[in-house]
């Protein structure tokens, strides 16, 4: 399953809203009823960490600020009230299906 | 909490091998349990390189290292291992282990091993 995701680059001014894009080459609902879509965040050398799973489900400890959408080939992260610690890579990936793919990425840079 | 700790990684020349090693703890190596694979090229994205059953009985491998690389575990030092055969410069890249990015369950990450392939 190929994994697109725009935009690639995207600078952002502090308290402003960004949305990425992600979509699959195929629907990534699974025969279980779960749709295993993720996103993850990656600051410069830095592992990357979970934000969002089952793509909606924000994972432990991340802020309201961050949500997950979408349903079968269409997936949206958005970030509202973007702060400066919000900056690095965000990617999506399926884990609906082996191999599990991700996401080219998409930088998130601070104006 | 569940841990896991990358270890291993070196230069190594094209055609080489080299095992990286991952220490897993908090987490009983038990059937229905995976633990993941994947690498990061430099200034690149993630890949994933493959997975392994924690109790041995299944591995997945991605079709770019299929049988070249293989998994392994030891139980007793709660340890899996990937077992990197004939090497090439485009696996020159930081492998990490996880887990559970895909249901958030036991989600861990490890800080990475990297792993140069270079004459």
């Known amino acids: 399953i190929v994994m697109t995701q725009t935009p690639l680059s995207s600078p952002v001014t502090p308290g402003q809203t960004v949305s990425i894009s992600c979509r699959s080459s195929e629907s990534l609902v699974h025969s279980d009823g779960n749709t295993y879509l993720s996103w993850l965040h990656q600051r410069p050398g830095q592992p990357p960490r979970l934000l969002i799973y089952?793509?909606?489900n924000r994972f432990s400890g991340v802020p309201d600020r961050f949500s997950g959408g979408g349903a079968g080939t269409d997936f949206t992260l958005e970030i509202i009230r973007v702060e400066a610690d919000d900056v690095g890579v965000y990617y999506c990936?399926?884990?609906?299906?082996?191999?599990?793919?991700f996401g080219q990425g998409t930088k998130l840079e601070i104006k | 909490e569940v841990q896991v700790v990358e270890s291993g990684g070196g230069l190594v020349q094209p055609g080489g091998s080299l095992r990286v090693s991952c220490e897993v703890s908090g987490l009983t190596f038990t059937r229905d349990v995976y633990i993941d694979w994947l690498r990061q090229a430099p200034g690149k994205g993630l890949e994933w390189v493959g997975n392994i059953m924690l109790d041995g009985t299944e591995k997945n491998y991605v079709d770019s290292v299929r049988g070249r690389f293989t998994f392994s575990r030891d139980n007793a030092k709660n340890s899996l291992y990937l077992q990197m055969n004939d090497v090439r410069a485009e696996d020159t890249a930081v492998y990490y282990c996880?887990?559970?990015?895909?249901?958030?369950?036991?989600?861990?990450w490890g800080q990475g091993t990297t792993v140069t392939v270079s004459s």
């Open positions: 089952k793509t909606s």
């Open positions: 990936v399926q884990v609906t299906q082996r191999p599990h793919t």
């Open positions: 996880a887990r559970g990015f895909g249901s958030a369950w036991n989600f861990v």
